[in-house]
Nanobody
Framework: VQLQASGGGLVQPGGSLRLSCAGSGRTFRRYDMGWFRQAPGKEREFVSAIRKNGATTVYADSVKGRFTISRDNAENTVYLQMNNLQPEDTAVYYC???????????????????WGKGTQVTVSS
């Protein structure tokens, strides 16, 4: 599975961005997907995850109510709509595929088998 994240950029506080993660392969729809982020000098942090059928989503408390994860299995793409961005959201954002984790483990990087290259999100005035 190959993943390509895009959509990052520079935005002012309170602004919005939509990240996309395009996956390869016909089995994309079988996998749970997650978004993580990593700020300089910090560990990789869970942001959000979505189950393979799109019916269940999980969010970190820090982004709940501001970020929305969704997926389009026909397009092999997962999205992360980020609203009301704040400077503390500045990080490199990564998408990842989990081929067999249970729901309760999807907050852990170790639950994911494939990772895309990140996309930089910078929130600054």
């Amino acid at each position: 599975v190959q993943l390509q994240a895009s959509g990052g950029g520079l935005v002012q506080p309170g602004g919005s961005l939509r990240l996309s993660c395009a996956g390869s392969g016909r089995t994309f729809r079988r996998y749970d997907m997650g978004w993580f982020r990593q700020a300089p000098g910090k560990e990789r942090e869970f942001v959000s995850a979505i189950r393979k059928n799109g019916a269940t989503t999980v969010y970190a408390d820090s982004v709940k109510g501001r970020f929305t994860i969704s997926r389009d299995n026909a397009e092999n793409t997962v999205y992360l709509q980020m609203n009301n961005l704040q400077p503390e959201d500045t990080a490199v954002y990564y998408c990842a595929v989990s081929t067999g984790a249970i729901l309760s483990t999807l907050r852990r990087p170790s639950a994911y088998d494939y990772w895309g290259k990140g996309t930089q999100v910078t929130v600054s005035s």
